[in-house]
């Protein structure tokens, strides 16, 4: 969909901001540009949608070289979210979404009705659409963004560091929102980032550059991990990146231990060990320390905090951290409702990594 042949960014000092570079973005899928500050990740980007013409070499989007589109036609046919959102202050949220279609041709009236259908989409209530900008937090601007972004519904939208300005809590939910929307629309995403967490959680093609726009390796996530191409990719990917390959391994093979969960509102009996509280849905709202007994109904003020939960048949990671972050050790799995189905320990995963890697 996305095609970048020999292009080079020269600027008039003679600063070189992308050097020759080569890169293919498969139809359908996030691709992530990644890598420290001034390596050119923004300016490539930018060459998509012809806010930066390339000094040599073509970009080609569908086929076509973007130096034969006019480029506000071809605007209108890219989506484009920057970090925080960039949404018009004057305009009410509605109207912000609303723009794109109108600015198509469509009436108000059919431009607002796909504005609203869009805020629905993206996990927003529609009475936010009376709101201005200002008056809404930062992850739900940088959502309005994103809904803009796909008014047009275009094949191809260009996210240029879009969540680096929210909290982490915020972040992770967005990125999140983003694989959701992406697995229903399927759309070909050019994502920009400098955090190499956020470009394997989101990348199924990663690309990282160094300083000077030059293309370091280009590969999925997992390869990236297991082997980057030189030391300047094996130090940015971060030490831990074997911790971070376990991203990619799943948990079907992970067996689950039995535990007996106590249930909110009913008295509990001592025991040596520590014990999961549920409620009467099954959700698992934290631990009973050993030794305590409580002979009132069991109320969540008596509970220490349980950790990350582990959705089963997730990543391998999420059940490591599950185990290492709960104060008993043992990491809580639950399925696709929350509900609690058994729990697991750090050496339980230690043993199926060992029994994929002695596996012929």
């Known amino acids: 969909m996305i095609e970048f042949q020999a292009v ?14 080569s890169l293919s973005v498969p139809e359908g899928t996030i691709t992530v540009l990644v890598g420290p500050s001034g390596c050119g990740k923004t300016t490539l980007m930018r060459m998509v ?12 989007v569908d086929g076509a070289d973007v130096r ?32 794109v279609p109108m600015l198509s041709g469509a009436t108000r009236r059919a431009a607002r009705a796909r504005a609203a259908e869009l805020l629905d989409r ?31 519904d275009p094949p191809v939208l260009l996210m240029d560091e879009p969540f680096s300005a929210v909290d982490p809590v915020v972040r992770e939910d967005l990125q999140n929102e983003l694989l959701r929307l992406q697995d229903e629309l399927d759309k070909t995403v050019l994502f920009v980032t400098h955090d190499i967490d956020e470009a394997i959680t989101l990348g199924e093609r990663v690309a990282v550059l160094r300083q000077g726009g030059h293309l370091a390796q280009y590969a999925d996530p997992d390869h990236l991990l297991a082997e980057p191409a030189d030391d ?3 130090t940015f990917v971060g030490r831990d990146r074997g911790y ?9 093979a992970l067996p ?27 959700r698992p709202r934290g631990w009973l320390p050993p030794g305590t007994a409580v002979t009132d109904p069991l109320t969540e003020d008596r509970l220490v905090a349980g950790g990350s ?8 990671r999420g059940a490591l951290d599950a185990a290492l972050s709960a104060p008993s050790g043992l990491g809580v799995v639950v399925d696709a409702d929350g509900g609690f189905r058994g729990v697991v320990t750090a050496d339980d995963v230690l043993a199926v990594l060992r029994d994929a890697r002695d596996r012929p």
């Open 8 to 21: 080079r960014k020269e600027y008039p000092n003679g600063t070189v901001a992308v050097h020759e570079l």
């Open 49 to 60: 949608n012809r806010m930066i013409d390339p000094t040599s070499g073509r970009v080609l």
């Open 68 to 99: 034969d589109r006019d480029p506000a036609d071809l605007r209108r046919g890219i989506g484009y979210v920057i970090q925080q959102a960039g949404l018009f202050p004057h305009r009410t949220v509605l109207d912000n979404v609303a723009t």
């Open 122 to 152: 993206v996990g927003l209530p529609a009475e936010l659409g009376r709101r201005y900008p200002v008056q809404l937090s930062g992850g739900q601007q940088q959502r309005v963004g994103v809904a803009r972004a796909l008014a047009a």
């Open 232 to 234: 300047f990719v094996t």
């Open 244 to 252: 971070r390959r376990l991203s990619f391994v799943d948990s079907a």
């Open 256 to 282: 689950l231990r039995h535990a007996d969960p106590v249930p909110l509102g009913e008295p509990v009996a001592d025991a040596p060990d520590w014990r999961l509280a549920v409620d009467a849905d099954r």
């Open 309 to 316: 939960l582990h959705p089963e048949h997730g990543p391998l």
